[in-house]
T-cell receptor, first 117, second 113 residues
Framework: NAGVMQNPRHLVRRRGQEARLRCSPMKGHSHVYWYRQLPEEGLKFMVYLQKENIIDESGMPKERFSAEFPKEGPSILRIQQVVRGDSAAYFC???????????????FGDGTRLSIL | GDSVTQMEGPVTLSEEAFLTINCTYTATGYPSLFWYVQYPGEGLQLLLKATKADDKGSNKGFEATYRKETTSFHLEKGSVQVSDSAVYFCALPRKESSYKLIFGSGTRLLVRP
């Protein structure tokens, strides 16, 4: 009974390169959320996706960041032309549905630690 | 706006000591409240939750009571173990977008043998 799977666990990129982070939700889950965690801080919401749809990307930086959740395959968080400030842990979570009061907890993956040289 | 405030860490305790990690919140209405735990190098795991006022969430010896009078959801454990060493996050869903979890900044717990 696999949980939320993220890969890679660690990713090192040089400034200006692209970073692709992948997330496979738990079986039966169709809602995916991406969060970013800066050192010594809590997680900050980035984007919420359902299959083939971006529902809310209000937490995403306007430039260089994009996310998708195709009909087949994992959700992808893509960061173009990375900069030092993109260094963080990126977590994916999934849920089977969103309750009216947020009652349905989200299940988190182990995260991708992105380091920018 | 909605927010969560946690006590700053690190909290360092000896094994079998009593643990309290304070969490207070500001929110419209009465949202569900969660405690998540993050072990080193891992993602967040849901530790416990409470969905309405006066509810007590409990799991693995940890407890937290939803107190609307004091807008608090403090995490407690009567006797901590070395394996409890982790970062603990208090969280709640934003009212207008309940899928957006708002996290506190986390409290690191270190339990010494």
């Amino acid at each position: 009974n696999a949980g939320v799977m993220q890969n890679p666990r660690h990713l090192v990129r040089r400034r200006g390169q692209e970073a692709r982070l992948r997330c496979s939700p738990m079986k039966g889950h169709s809602h995916v959320y991406w969060y970013r965690q800066l050192p010594e801080e809590g997680l900050k919401f980035m984007v919420y996706l359902q299959k083939e749809n971006i529902i809310d990307e209000s937490g995403m930086p306007k430039e260089r960041f994009s996310a998708e959740f195709p009909k087949e395959g994992p959700s992808i968080l893509r960061i173009q032309q990375v900069v030092r400030g993109d260094s963080a842990a990126y977590f994916c979570a999934s849920s089977p549905f969103t309750g009216p009061d947020g009652n349905q907890p989200q299940h988190f993956g182990d995260g991708t630690r992105l380091s920018i040289l | 706006g909605d927010s969560v405030t946690q006590m700053e860490g690190p909290v360092t305790l000896s094994e079998e000591a009593f643990l309290t990690i304070n969490c207070t919140y500001t929110a419209t209405g009465y949202p569900s409240l969660f405690w998540y735990v993050q072990y080193p190098g891992e993602g967040l795991q849901l530790l416990l939750k409470a969905t309405k006022a006066d509810d007590k969430g409990s799991n693995k010896g940890f407890e937290a009571t939803y107190r609307k009078e004091t807008t608090s959801f403090h995490l407690e454990k009567g006797s901590v173990q070395v394996s409890d060493s982790a970062v603990y996050f208090c969280a709640l869903p934003r009212k207008e977008s309940s899928y957006k979890l708002i996290f506190g900044s986390g409290t690191r717990l270190l339990v010494r043998p």
